[in-house]
């Protein structure tokens, strides 16, 4: 009999559980009228999220090439319509996308709270249109993330972050002959003095930091120089002459941006302004052909003052 007992308490039990279980749960006050699905604008969100991904990948990309032709568009282009992208995104979002709560006067500010939680509140019951949050905010995540490396991609211009070695690199080796803007070889004999000139590496890429030479006749014959202010990396542009011997003794490489001015015939040490070391000397030889061409490479590192300069030595 207490078996029987226990038996049908427990029955009970499991019944009650059953029924309370069963009722339904009673109705959430909500702040925001909850809004039915809208698919079609959820997929267009996650397209318009993975083109936003697509563009700032392509931007990367472009970026990274460096040798595509009109660069300077593509890159426009694949950034420009990464951001266009989003806002299109974001315009979907709130048109579509988010519950707009209507109010007869105007809401107060929130001073209070409680007024905050219902600020809060209104924020998640807005978005009960989603009905895949996780992969929207996954597709989201990912095209911020790719347009925010996208805009952080420009930085790997300022310079390489841990091996500085490359900066020393440059295009000359024994041999290398200097040739003109056209492409022809200099020659020697060609070099007048009081006149400047500007050489590069034949066959090699005129675009690298130690490629530009300054090339002059002083007394001592023809000398070369790399083109390259040691100050801040401006470009040697005038070259001045003795006019008057007592204040110009002799003539001088000046950097017309910041005025440092080098001796061509001592080693191009710094004679006046900012920089602080020589300017990088090319040794030279005349061939058989009677052109100009290295006799071997820089006798210090070409480009500005950056930290260290002075450790390392200019190599091929």
Not at 9 to 25: C, D, H, M, Q, W
Not at 96 to 124: D, F, G, K, M
Request: charged letters at 20%.
């Amino acid at each position: 009999m207490s078996r029987l007992k226990h038996l049908l308490v427990a029955a009970a039990v499991l019944a009650l559980g059953r029924r309370r279980t069963a009722e339904p749960r009673r109705p959430v006050r909500r702040i925001v009228p909850p809004g039915p699905p809208d698919r079609r604008a959820e997929n267009l969100l996650l397209v318009l999220l993975a083109l936003v991904t697509v563009s700032a990948a392509a931007f990367i990309a472009v970026y990274a090439l460096d040798r595509l032709g009109h660069q300077t568009q593509w890159l426009g282009l694949t950034l420009g319509l990464a951001f266009a992208l989003v806002t299109l995104a974001c315009i979907v979002i709130a048109r579509r996308l988010v519950v707009t709560e209507e109010l007869s006067v105007p809401y107060p500010t929130p001073q209070h709270p409680e007024e905050q939680q219902a600020i809060e509140e209104i924020v998640e019951e807005s978005g009960s249109r989603f009905t895949r949050r996780r992969l929207v905010k996954v597709a989201g995540a990912g095209a911020i993330g790719t347009l925010g490396v996208a805009a952080l991609t420009p930085a790997a211009s300022l310079g390489p972050l841990l091996d500085v070695s490359r900066l020393a690199q440059t295009p000359w080796r024994r041999g290398r002959r200097l040739v003109d803007e056209s492409g022809r070889p200099i020659a020697a004999a060609d070099v007048e003095k009081e006149t400047f000139y500007t050489a590069y590496p034949e066959g090699a890429d005129r675009e690298l930091l130690g490629a530009p030479l300054v090339v002059v006749r002083i007394d001592k014959g023809v000398v070369a120089y790399s083109k390259i202010c040691t100050h801040a990396g401006c470009a040697i542009a005038l070259y001045r002459k003795p006019t008057f011997p007592e204040t110009q003794p002799g003539p001088a490489l000046v950097c017309p941006c910041h005025y440092s001015t080098f001796d061509p015939a001592h080693d191009g040490k710094v004679i006046f302004g900012p920089a602080g070391r020589a300017l990088p000397q090319l040794p030279l030889f005349v061939d058989g052909d009677g052109n100009l061409r290295a006799a071997g490479n820089f006798n210090r590192p070409p480009g500005p003052s950056w930290s260290g300069v002075r450790e390392h030595r200019a190599h091929p």
